[in-house]
């Protein structure tokens, strides 16, 4: 490799700068939004009337609605063009985020929240294929590395910006904020597209579409409300299972029959791409997973204020900025390396969130998130640069929007799987400290108890109840800490099997 060829940020023309700044403030902004409602939920479910239950859609519908337009993203940039679909793109959800905070009822919030996952859903897979085809080979790894600054801070300046705005003024306000930076990349947007633009009209595969995008929908619903359903008890998680199962076949058999599949499963015998998508489907667990359940963590059980809260969890960013001093030479010279050492790093921050207690600190969740968003960096631009070297440009775009989705998907099914750990070891470890602190345990396995915790009057039964509660609760938590690093710890094998088309100057 000459030194001409280099990967150097100094080499980067305007152009391609302003397309930088373009994907980086999109990225935010999606990442934003993710994660922005999990903060301000209590005041949502406050001013709504509405119930833990009720309000959940408004994370839940946001993140199928993201997984089911992403596919769409291949075949809208090849009808409109790159430039007329971010443009829009970006406009529709900066107009959603607007009503978003107009929202008069809990339906209406919830609509608006499934339009901020339709119109964001592209924002992603559309930003990283302009970014692999506008930039030479070179300095791919340089620019993927600073198209993650959006892409991976996004979700950690949400829950901040929305604590914030929620503390000073209400929760409306945390989707108004999104609003003038919307502005702000439209126009970045206007003029780093403006030249001359490809597109190809092809077919499109409604029926697979519509049978992948049920797919999906059964899918999701039957995590997220199975557990209150009682499963496989309730006629309507059979139902979903039913149609779920039999839309995922349609779509199936149109892919392989189908003259214009809406996905071709062709682009799987790639075997970088498809090993690639499939990490990038565990990266998608690890990536929001920490970010639900630290704020209910510390605010229950610490009773740690929201803005607290959202400061604690942005040293997750700390360490993605970290990451990026050195992900350009690791990714260039030893990707796998850094890929397998990305993931170890997310499994051993996973493991030591799972030894926290009840009694955990501020430290403990500042070190733990660091090591945690510096994984991620370090792993997320190798793998994005695996997955994609072997694979022919002009099926970028269609690899982009499958990664993302795979990327997604993870996010939102796992998410509810969390939670799903939680919920239920919670219960079932209430159940089981309540059996020991018994008058009729005969005293064996009773300790004495402070007075305050009487089991002879209700304010003591309340208040030992309360901590029964929280220390199950705990355990709950640890358990899906627990889920989390098994899940990374699982992906690193398979990286031994990726190849680098790279062989000049890789020491690997």
Not at 373 to 390: E, N, V
């Amino acid at each position: 490799m000459s030194k001409e060829s280099l990967p150097g940020i100094f080499s980067i023309s305007g152009k391609l700068w302003l397309i930088l700044l373009m994907v980086q403030l999109s990225n935010m902004l999606f990442g934003m939004t993710i994660t922005i409602a999990n903060v301000v939920l209590p005041q949502i479910r406050g001013t709504m009337s509405a119930s833990q239950d009720e309000v959940s859609w408004a994370i839940t519908l946001n993140l199928v609605a993201a997984a089911v337009a992403t596919p769409l993203t291949g075949w809208l940039a090849g009808r409109l063009g790159w430039r007329k679909l971010m443009f829009g793109t970006i406009l529709g959800f900066t107009l959603a985020s607007l009503f978003c905070g107009l929202a008069l009822n809990l339906e209406s919030l919830i609509l608006f929240r499934i339009g901020q996952g339709l119109f964001g859903a592209p924002i992603m897979p559309l930003g990283q294929a302009i970014i692999l085809s506008s930039f030479p080979k070179h300095l791919q790894p340089t620019a993927i590395v600073l198209w993650g600054v959006g892409a991976v801070f996004g979700p950690v300046v949400g829950p901040i910006v929305g604590s914030l705005m929620a503390e000073i003024y209400d929760w409306r306000a945390a989707f108004f904020i999104i609003v003038p930076a919307g502005i702000v990349t439209l126009i970045c947007t206007w003029f780093a597209l403006s030249g001359p633009v490809h597109r190809e009209k092809t077919r499109f595969d409604w029926p697979g579409f519509i049978a992948l995008s049920i797919a999906i929908i059964a899918l999701q619903l039957i995590f997220d409300r199975g557990h209150r359903l009682d499963w496989f008890d309730s006629n309507i998680i059979i139902g979903l299972t039913f149609i779920g199962c039999l839309a995922f076949w349609i779509f199936i058999f149109h892919c392989f029959y189908s003259s214009t599949p809406f996905i071709n499963l062709g682009i799987f015998l790639d075997k970088n791409f498809t090993i690639g998508t499939f990490i990038a489907f565990v990266m998608g667990t690890l990536a929001f997973t920490g970010l639900v359940l630290f704020p209910s963590l510390l605010h229950d059980l610490r009773g740690y204020p929201d803005s607290a809260i959202g400061i604690l969890l942005a040293a997750r960013g700390l360490g993605n900025w970290l990451a990026f001093f050195v992900i350009i030479p690791l990714t260039r010279l030893i990707p796998r390396t850094s890929l397998a050492s990305g993931l170890l790093l997310q499994a051993l921050a996973s493991y030591a969130m799972a030894q926290f207690d009840v009694n955990l600190t501020s430290f403990d969740i500042l070190w733990s998130n660091i090591l945690l968003g510096f994984g991620q960096s370090i792993a997320f631009t190798p793998m994005t640069m695996l997955a994609f070297t072997t694979l022919p440009k002009e099926r970028i775009t269609e690899g982009a929007t499958i990664f993302t989705l795979m990327r997604n998907f993870g996010s939102s099914i796992f998410i509810s799987f969390a939670v799903l750990v939680l919920l239920r070891t919670t219960s079932q470890n209430y159940s089981n400290i309540s059996e020991k602190i018994s008058v009729f345990s005969g005293g064996r396995e009773l300790l004495p108890l402070p007075s305050f915790w009487s089991l002879d009057n209700l304010s003591g039964l309340s208040q030992l109840s309360n901590e029964v509660h929280r220390q199950a609760s705990m355990i709950g938590y640890i358990n899906s800490f627990h889920l989390m690093a098994f899940a990374a710890l699982a992906a690193v094998p398979l990286v031994a099997f990726m190849t680098h088309s790279q062989t000049k100057n890789n020491n690997e």
